[in-house]
Nanobody, 117 residues
Framework: QVQLVESGGGLVQPGGSLRLSCAAS????????MNWYRQAPGKERELVAG????????NYGDSVKGRFTISRDNAKNTVYLQMSSLKPEDTAVYYC??????????WGQGTQVTVSS
């Protein structure tokens, strides 16, 4: 079965850091672009970051540029999101997804990130 399983979320103080992981199985991970989205209460789901299957080109939402870094390890079928200088407005459920030729195929269940003192 296809699975995308996020982990690494939790409670962190403003200015702190977290590293999220998304472990993939059941499909050819290396052929898919991987993305992180987030959704906070009362807000629309937004793109956080994306990385192409070539493990080169990346893109980021404006609100996280300079603070977050996406990376992938195709040998481990895992995509990561390193988050630094966290702000309360980063609080959200973070989801990973997989795309092939710009079409979304799979979603994970999400992991909660809460930034609060």
């Amino acid at each position: 079965q296809v699975q995308l399983v996020e982990s690494g979320g939790g409670l962190v103080q403003p200015g702190g850091s977290l590293r999220l992981s998304c472990a993939a199985s059941g499909f050819t991970f290396r052929k898919y672009a991987m993305n992180w989205y987030r959704q906070a209460p009362g807000k629309e789901r937004e793109l956080v970051a994306g990385i192409e299957s070539t493990d080169g080109p990346t893109n980021y939402g404006d609100s996280v540029k300079g603070r977050f870094t996406i990376s992938r390890d195709n040998a481990k079928n895992t995509v990561y999101l390193q988050m630094s200088s966290l702000k309360p407005e980063d609080t959200a459920v973070y989801y990973c997804n997989a795309r092939y030729r710009s079409v979304t195929y799979y979603w994970g269940q999400g992991t909660q990130v809460t930034v609060s003192s």
